[in-house]
């Protein structure tokens, strides 16, 4: 039976695709798709031809961007990382058919896929399935963030994902999802106070929902609301650590509004539009402030030996746990039929559709 694969064979054109299952070999299992969720972020950058592999090489080696051919030309034939299946055959002891598990291989109604090479994170049977599709790498992402802030303050020190946020006031900017699992793990985590920033009223309606406390960013100056309500002394106001979770300059500029003295912005957006709107004379220059990259492609210096991405996915099964209901409910918004993907992506993008969580179902 033929597989369907989303492809995006150019900005604005997004197409289903019909392709031939690759063969069984020993030493694979093969799956067959449940859901796949929709990076609203990193998707829709390459359905609107502003990611930078789509017009620069990638030298990994250096880790620069530099002039040539793109390093991921149209079509891009993998477009996702947000998966959940179940295995239907299996020619390898590692994992066993039957079981449901999350994957990160792209919009595909089926995959062969390697133990070698693929991650499959079985599901436990008391979590509801849709939510694996935060498994295998969005929540990682999220919850790379939380131990960077760790890292901030105890190097190669860290012994828990909490270590950067247990007792502290933390701010979160933006309300999307990255931003409201984040937020959802600096609460699970012990934060003292968690605020989360943003000036959308529905976003905003959502993290409430989810019990968090919320701030409009374009209401009274979030900066001196929060700088106002969290003291730690003399000339010394405001949050510990911020969690920078929306792709705008001016979010990263309110973040860093945002920070006591020397504190530290975790960054987690991607920035597609450069960043005039970051003063860097201001607030960063006068109070000694830091921006660390969190990403997923790696952890913080010597801790990948301990937090790898398999100790991710188990913080995130964890976090699920607790709020899978929550989540559920209010942050996954749209669940829709597979072959409806094209005209879904493209709304998206085009912002002819708001959706908060899109997850396709085979």
Request: negative net charge.
């Amino acid at each position: 039976m033929a597989e369907r694969v989303v492809v995006v064979n150019g900005p604005g054109a997004v197409a289903v695709r019909e392709e031939e299952p690759a063969p069984s070999r020993d030493g694979t299992f093969r799956v067959q798709t449940l859901y796949s969720g929709i990076s609203a972020g990193t998707e829709l950058s390459y359905v609107k031809g502003t990611n930078p592999y789509l017009s620069t090489t990638w030298n990994a080696d250096l880790g620069l961007f530099q002039p040539g051919a793109p390093s991921t030309p149209y079509p891009v034939n993998r477009l996702g990382y947000m998966q959940v299946a179940r295995v239907v055959e299996s020619r390898t002891p590692a994992v066993a058919e039957g079981v449901v598990g999350a994957m990160a291989y792209g919009h595909r109604t089926g995959y062969l896929a390697d133990p070698l090479v693929d991650r499959f994170v079985p599901l436990p049977g008391d979590l509801d399935p849709v939510l694996g599709v935060y498994v295998a790498h969005m929540g990682p992402i999220c919850a790379n963030g939380l131990l960077h802030a760790a890292a901030d303050l105890y190097g190669p020190g860290v012994r828990q994902l909490g270590d950067g946020v247990r007792g502290r006031r933390v701010a979160v900017t933006g309300a999307g999802v990255v931003a409201l699992l984040t937020a959802l793990l600096v609460r699970f985590h012990g934060a003292a106070s968690v605020v989360v920033i943003d000036p959308t009223p529905a976003r905003r309606a959502v993290a409430e929902a989810l019990g968090l406390d919320v701030l409009d960013s374009e209401a009274a100056d979030p900066a001196e609301v929060l700088k106002a309500r969290w003291a730690h002394g003399p000339g010394d106001r405001g949050a510990d650590v911020v969690f920078q979770c929306r792709g705008q300059a001016a979010a990263l500029h309110l973040a860093l509004r945002l920070l006591r003295p020397q504190g530290t912005v975790i960054d987690l957006a991607f920035y597609q539009a450069g960043a005039t709107e970051v003063r860097l004379g201001e607030e960063f220059h006068h109070n000694g402030l830091s921006v660390r990259c969190a990403q997923i492609g790696r952890v913080p210096r010597g801790l990948a030996s301990i937090w790898d991405r398999e100790r991710l996915s188990a913080e995130t099964i964890e976090l699920l746990r607790a709020y899978g209901d929550r989540v559920r409910e209010h942050l996954i918004s749209a669940v829709v039929p597979f072959d409806e993907a094209p005209t879904l992506l493209t709304d998206l993008a085009d912002r002819r559709r708001q959706e908060l969580q899109s997850i396709l179902t085979c």
